[in-house]
């Protein structure tokens, strides 16, 4: 660290930009974790059978008048056939079963369309926001007998409304550029350069991203503006009041004249815990039996 310190010392310019593209880098790569690792994300992945490899999509999230894509990919063994156990989750449904039929699939995650061939179930739309199914995907060989990918873990898709695409940009966007501007502060601290504006354009990042425009988000997508604390436990509502918590507390004791390096450190490295929690854990949930549930109007 002494030998960045000094670098940043002859080259300040030089040593500002690589700090900022490596805060961006490691924006990127938490953002990409986060999105791979949430309960949202397609389940994808291959099951060994007798007949050959299995290569499998499954949508987690949908948009509501969307009916739900589960998906077998081409090539599909010969003899190789599937169905899906479903039903609604926090329901007194029975089970349902659909079989897998061979098709052309498409389906949209964040404005970018995909279409796919191979075999395929389409569970009917869910019109509650926040709705949930939990479902099996049996697949059978022609040999053996069903096997569920999953074993004895069902696996759940929630329906949200639609979100203007314009609303979630600018929502990601702010986030991106609020945890990139928060760890190059972190930098700054690290090697003792000029950070007290840099507090501030995190701050200010952060209410616009998490406090206005994900509240925004949310309202669009579930009918309510706040699900985490004190109306509820969503961890994504939660985890940007922690790390505002220690933001607001780094500009506090870096106010005036003072300057305590450690407050920063220690919110940057919150921020990047923060960001390893996966997106949308506890989140908003309908329950069926009920005809309530938290953090959505239903």
């Not at 690290?190 to 406090?211: D, N, P, Q, Y």
């Not at 985490?228 to 994504?236: L, N, R, V």
């Amino acid at each position: 660290m002494s030998k960045l310190k000094e670098f940043a010392l002859r080259k300040p310019k030089l040593t500002s930009v690589f700090l900022w593209v490596l805060s961006a880098i490691i924006t990127i790569a938490c953002f990409m974790y986060q999105d791979k690792t949430g309960p949202t994300y397609p389940l994808e992945g291959t099951l060994d059978t007798a007949a050959g490899e299995v290569n499998f999509k499954f949508l987690r999230s949908e948009t509501i008048d969307t009916d739900l894509k589960i998906m077998l990919l081409d090539p599909v063994p010969e003899g190789v056939s599937g169905y899906v156990q479903y039903r609604r989750y926090k329901s007194h449904d029975d089970w349902a079963e659909m079989p897998m039929a061979a098709g052309k699939f498409e389906f949209t995650r964040r404005g970018s369309t995909e279409s796919v061939e191979g075999f395929g179930a389409e569970l009917p739309s869910l019109p509650e926001r926040a709705g949930k199914y939990e479902f099996f995907v049996h697949i059978d060989d022609g040999i053996g007998e069903a096997v569920s990918v999953t074993g004895d873990k069902p696996i759940f898709a929630r329906y949200k409304a639609e979100v203007p695409m314009t609303v979630l940009f600018f929502h990601i966007l702010t986030i991106f550029l609020s945890m990139t501007i928060a760890i190059r502060t972190t930098f700054a601290a690290l090697i003792e350069e000029k950070f007290k504006g840099l507090i501030t354009a995190t701050i200010i990042s952060l209410i616009v991203g998490a406090f206005i425009l994900g509240p925004l988000v949310q309202w669009y997508a579930f009918g309510v503006w706040w699900s985490g604390i004190p109306f509820g436990y969503d961890w994504t509502d939660n985890k940007v009041v922690v790390e505002m918590v220690f933001w607001l507390w780094a500009a506090y004791a870096n106010r005036g004249e003072l300057e305590n390096r450690k407050s920063v450190l220690l919110a940057g490295f919150v921020t990047l815990l923060v960001y390893f929690i996966p997106h949308s854990i506890f989140g908003s949930e309908y329950d069926y039996r009920s005809g309530t549930g938290h953090g959505t109007a239903g």
